[in-house]
């Protein structure tokens, strides 16, 4: 059941677990024995000078004398770190990474730096690789931004913000190694900050609204309104162009019969429930979807993904809420192997002629079927084993006959016969 709400209270670090307390603006500092101001500010500020707005920020009278054990808090913008990298471990199709005014094509391997962004075009996909194991995918007709990829030398917090600025993005999160380790989303009308879980983000650029919806682990959503809200496994968030945020369960994981059959016909194609409903499909050539090569949004009975090549596959599908919200995902395994047929049928002087053509690799024979009557008869003509790809037939009594051509297809020691469907001729006599 969906809540709307135009506000929401600040999230209670309980929402997300004992441990789970989000990273803040600061990276606190215990005090020991002998710390000065001026020393951890050659140490750990960008500026050592900076030392000043700390001493300011946490109230301390004597930079040379600060109490043990005392907290002090380093605001995150005034200290150093080390660059953190991301690496493309996956490309297919026109990914640009773009840093500054230079653009070039992605590659698997390639760097990208703090600054630098990730725009794929239709039909386009990338995965990144971050140090500490989280992964970001980014799908077709997308623009994310690397807003910060830092290490900072204090406490060696991590500190990975993104910026969704057309598209979507899916994380993967490594569990934080510390408190202080900070992994953020960004769309145009919210920040999503996250300790460990697998979510997506989302902006639908028709209808202005940003999404966000959670498999694993916990969100905390800050709105631009200013108003926060929590995100738990297995719900979704949808905050409108008005700013209104509509937070409910994810739907639950779609059943689609026969998505793990052999795909064997010209066009990969999954049917769908033929509800009016919405649907998103996606395929990927592991289970986890690093390597995704498509994805596919429809509400009409069947979903295409065209003439894919052979190999083993995986499919996730999610239904769309009204919100707009896509539930959880239900994921089959198929196999791709194109063994597709096409046939005709003609008269000619003497009888009628039928013709067909197979396509697919391996050693291809052809089962030829001819019935009189209706197609459940038992097979007037019925010849297996050919590799022609004509027959001819002669002094055929007048009535309706039906007649299919099979292609037998041998490969890497597995057989399999996909056939045409029936098609109606009729004999009139004389």
């Keep these: 059941m969906a809540k709307k709400t135009s506000g929401f209270l600040i999230i209670a ?52 004398m600060i109490p043990v054990g005392k ?19 996956a490309v297919r199709g026109g990914v640009s990474s773009v840093q500054g005014n230079a653009r070039a094509q992605a590659r698997t391997g390639a760097e990208l730096r703090e600054g630098a962004a990730v725009q794929t075009e239709a039909g386009a996909f990338a995965t990144l690789a971050l140090d500490d194991g989280s992964r970001v995918s980014v799908p077709s007709n997308s623009d994310v931004k690397i807003v910060r990829l830092r290490k900072y030398y204090l406490g060696s917090a991590l ?47 028709t209808s202005g609204n940003d999404f966000a919806e959670v498999d694993e682990g916990a969100l905390a959503v800050d709105l631009t309104n200013g108003k926060s809200t929590a995100v738990g496994a297995g719900f979704g968030l949808a905050v409108t162009a008005k700013g209104e945020a509509i937070s409910e369960a994810l739907l639950p994981a779609v059943t689609l019969v026969g998505a793990g059959k052999l795909q064997n016909n010209s066009a990969v194609r999954f049917a769908l429930p033929g509800d009016g409903k919405a649907y998103r499909l996606s395929v990927a050539t592991d289970a986890g979807f690093v390597e995704q090569i498509a994805d596919v949004l429809s509400r009409d009975e069947s979903a295409d993904f065209g003439a894919l090549e052979d190999g083993n596959y995986f499919l996730r599908v ?18 791709r192997r194109l063994n597709s047929v096409s046939g005709n049928v003609a008269p000619v002087a003497d009888g009628w002629v039928f013709r067909w053509a197979g396509v ?23 010849e297996a084993g050919l590799s022609v790809q004509q027959l001819s037939l002669s002094d055929l009594p007048p ?21 045409t469907p029936f098609e109606k001729f009729t004999v009139t006599a004389d």
């Design 71 to 89: 907290i002090l808090k380093f605001p995150r913008h005034l200290l150093k770190y080390e660059a953190a990298k991301a690496r493309f471990i």
């Design 13 to 64: 670090v309980a929402l997300l677990g004992p441990s789970a307390a989000l990273a803040g603006d600061d990276i606190p500092y215990h005090v020991v024995k002998g710390d000065t101001l001026i020393a951890l500010g050659e140490k750990y500020l960008l500026r050592p000078a900076d030392y000043r707005i700390v001493q300011q920020t946490n109230r301390i009278g004597n930079p040379r």
């Design 318 to 335: 999610r239904q769309l809420s009204q919100a707009g919200i896509e539930g959880q995902p239900a994921v089959y395994a198929f196999k």
């Design 360 to 382: 697919g690799k391996g050693a291809i024979r052809y089962h030829f079927q001819l019935v009189r009557g209706t197609p459940d008869s038992v097979p007037f003509v019925d």
């Design 159 to 205: 500190d990975y913000d993104f910026q969704v600025q057309r598209g979507a993005a899916r994380s993967k999160v490594a569990p934080l190694q510390s408190k202080n380790d900070r992994y953020q989303v960004r769309t145009p009308k919210a920040v999503s900050a996250v300790r460990g879980t697998d979510f997506q983000t989302r902006v639908d650029e």
């Design 399 to 419: 009535g309706d006959y039906h007649w299919r051509i099979g292609s037998v297809q041998f490969l890497d020691g597995e057989s399999d016969t996909n056939w």
